[in-house]
Each structure stands twice: as C-alpha cells, then as structure tokens.
C-alpha cells in the first residue's frame, strides 16, 4: 500500500525544509551575540528547548530511554552535535573568526562525511555523488568569494586558534552524525532529542560559567533570536534532520549542508541588506547542481 500523499510531500520536502531552518539559524546569531555572550546564550537555548521537549514529551506519553546506556548515547551525540558544533563555531566567529572563512571551514562537513560513510558505516559513495560533493564545495567557495576576497590572508595567523576550533566544531558535527546513525536512530525523537539537549547542556554551562561574564540582555531582539533559535533550528530543524538520518544515507544527507550557505547569504541579503553578486549567483547554481547530483538517487 503506498503512504498517503501527505507522508509523501512531507519526505519531499524535508531536505528543502531542513536547509531553510537550518540556515535561519546564522541570521538569528547574528542578533543574539549583540545581545549576549556566546556561551550563555547556547545555554539559555539548551535550557530553553529541553523544558519544551519535556513537556512535550510528557504531555504525549513519549517512551522515555529504555536504560540509561540509551540515554547516554542521545547525550553523546547532543555534546557532539550541538554543544561541539555550536559552541565550537560560536566561539570562533566571537574571536574575530571572519564569517566567510568559518563558513568555508563549515562547507567540508560533506567531504568529510564522504570519506568516513564507508569505513564507520560500510556506506558506498558513487562516483556521480563524489561528483556532486565536490562540485557543491566549489559552488560554497564561489558563494563565499566576496567574504573571503574581504579578509587580510596576512592577518589569518592571529585568528590560528579559532580556526583550529572552527575545524574541530566541524569534526564534531559530522561525528555526531555518524553517531546517531551508528547508537541512537531508534531513539524516540521527542524524548531522544530531549537528552541530547540535555548532553550539550552539561557541557555548555561549564564553559559559559568559566569563561564568560554571563551576559544575557533581556529585550525584544535577544528574545525573538531566541525564540527562533529554539523552535526553528533546535527543534523543527533538529527533528528534519535526525529523520532524514534516520530514513536516509548519512552521505546523502551531509550534500544538503551546502545548501545552507547560499540561503543565508539570500536571507541575509533579504533581511539584513548585505550584497549578493553575480559570483555568488553563478556559486549557488553550481551548488544546487552539485547537490542534486550527491542526493539524487538512481
């Protein structure tokens, strides 16, 4: 019996859904670190969304984890995946990491995805899809082209450090997704993802605590960044993407991160009035070419 149609353009629509919530998320903290410490606020967005997904969780009868060795690997993959990642990022941009240079280092989540589906997973990457992965990063670096025109390569070595956390936020997302295919798919997404807030949170507020000054503006912007960054990115988007994981190829998911670049850089030129040139144009073409031809299947 073939699903409903409803189930049907909800699949169809996932990865586009997921890139654009997903991408959102860089507009929304671009107004939340004007208002906060970068740390802190990852910590009130933490807090925020396990209070939602608990109570969500509770009032549905989610099944919790069956042990607590299930729950420790839905914590696992939330240090890996959120607190890893977005701290790690976070931190570097707060350094003076440039965007553009961050954004790039972010773009080689696909390939590095790529290189490890078949050693940890047995997953096999195609030769069109080894196309598509490579053609998308070419496509972000046209799409970055103007950011990194913008940035003093002599002056790079000041922002070393950040650079290397950057590249290991990187690591640390694509390992949390092997992760979660690998330990936690199973996992029930209101209660999994619940812990895996509640993973990055013991391992953000430590850090908030030892290095910052605990700066949380309270007013109309910081809680609307807020807002967004917990239902829209850390559960709408999260949800669409341990789906995808769960239903998907964990290559074939990875491609759809190069799209998150390009819609930024189109939000951004929506909302914030930043430019968009014809390289960034011609840049998001070759990417969404180079993602059709790593997700499509035969």
């Known amino acids: 019996m073939p699903p409903p149609q409803s189930t049907v353009f909800f699949i169809r629509a996932a990865p586009l859904t997921f890139a654009l919530l997903w991408s959102s998320g860089f507009i929304a903290a671009k107004y ?10 990852l910590v009130v967005r933490f807090a925020a969304t396990i209070v939602i997904l608990g109570s969500i969780a509770l009032a549905s009868r989610a099944p919790w984890p069956a042990s607590a060795r299930d729950a420790g690997h839905s914590m696992a ?19 003076g990491l440039p965007a553009g240079v961050s954004g790039l280092i972010t773009a080689a989540q696909p390939l590095l995805t790529a ?27 046209l799409v970055l082209a103007p950011r990194l025109s913008a940035v003093d390569a002599a002056a790079l ?48 507020a430590p850090l908030a605590l030892a290095t910052e000054a605990l700066r949380f503006d ?3 912007t910081s809680l609307a ?8 990115t850390s559960i709408a988007a999260i949800a669409l993407l341990l789906l995808m994981i769960r239903h998907g190829e964990l290559s074939r998911v990875a491609a759809l991160i190069y799209l998150v670049p390009p819609l930024a850089v189109v939000e951004a030129f ?28 035969a």
């Open 218 to 220: 309270l007013n109309a």
């Open 225 to 232: 960044a807020l807002a967004w960054s917990v239902l829209g």
């Open 115 to 141: 290189i490890l589906a078949a050693p940890l997973l047995g997953e096999r990457v195609t030769p069109r899809q080894w196309c598509g992965i490579v053609g998308g990063f070419i496509g972000i670096v």
């Open 77 to 95: 993959v939330g240090v890996l995946l959120h607190g890893g990642y977005l701290g790690g990022v976070w931190w570097a941009v707060a350094q």
């Open 157 to 204: 070595w000041i922002v070393a450090v950040p650079m290397i956390v950057n590249l290991a936020a990187t690591v640390s997302v694509t390992l949390g997704t092997f992760y979660q295919k690998r330990f936690a798919a199973g996992a029930d997404l209101r209660t999994g993802t619940c812990f895996q807030f509640i993973g990055a949170l013991v391992v953000m």
């Open 32 to 41: 939340a670190v004007a208002n906060a410490d970068p740390f802190t606020f």
């Open 270 to 297: 929506i909302l914030l009035g930043e430019t968009l040139s014809a390289v960034q144009l011609v840049g998001m073409a070759v990417t969404a070419a180079g993602v059709w031809l790593a997700t499509r299947k």
